[in-house]
């Protein structure tokens, strides 16, 4: 078996020690890093004959779970093993959204390593236990940690929300204007600003998507 490996971090020492972990197995087959995602990105157009990413998460330009989500999408038949130094709940909820197959901690030794990226390539998916148990806690709630996390990005200010409930009881942009005492250009501006932040597209969407983070 010749199992073809690309790895990617931002930290080169790092590269090195887990290219020499690979290094005690034969069917190991080590083939390039990437300082980042976009660099990997670049070497997968002229290079894409890989069966395994080892892939971080924090890195610049690009990081992991953001690559990891656009690798799945152009090369589906890549395997992606997590790699990193963080095991906190958000990065590994984020990354099997992202389609990862695998999550391991970088002080993770040759032997389990191996053993990991094998049980991948074979259908599985590769976790040290305190992670297995994390995944486990995440996938009885996971509506709860994303709710959390959307709730964190949407910052509307209390005019906003004045705006955005009045248009949740079916009121024209008149007789929004008219109940708040602002001019109908406001309005339509504030909603515009409402739709940006929400990222989407109209009405129906951002009623949906406040009602489901609480905001309304």
Known sequence: MNIKIAIVDDNSFLINAVKEKLSFFEDLNFKFSALNGSDLLVKLEDNHNIDLI???????????IETTEIVKQKYPHIKIIMLTVFDNDENIFKSIKAGADGYLLKEINAQDLHDGILETLNGGAAMNPSIALKT???????????????????????????????????????????????????????????????????????????????II
């Open 54 to 64: 080892l892939m971080d998460i924090e890195m610049p330009i690009l990081n992991g």
């Open 136 to 214: 486990l806690k995440l996938l009885r709630n996971p509506l709860n940690i994303e709710n959390q996390q959307e709730q964190e990005d949407i910052k509307l200010t209390a005019r906003e929300i004045e705006v955005l409930e009045q248009l949740s009881k079916g009121l024209s942009y008149n007789a929004i204007a008219k109940n708040l005492i602002l001019s109908t250009g406001t309005v339509r501006k504030h909603i515009e600003n409402i739709y940006n932040k929400l990222q989407v597209h109209n009405k129906i969407e951002a009623l949906q998507k406040a009602k489901k983070n609480n």
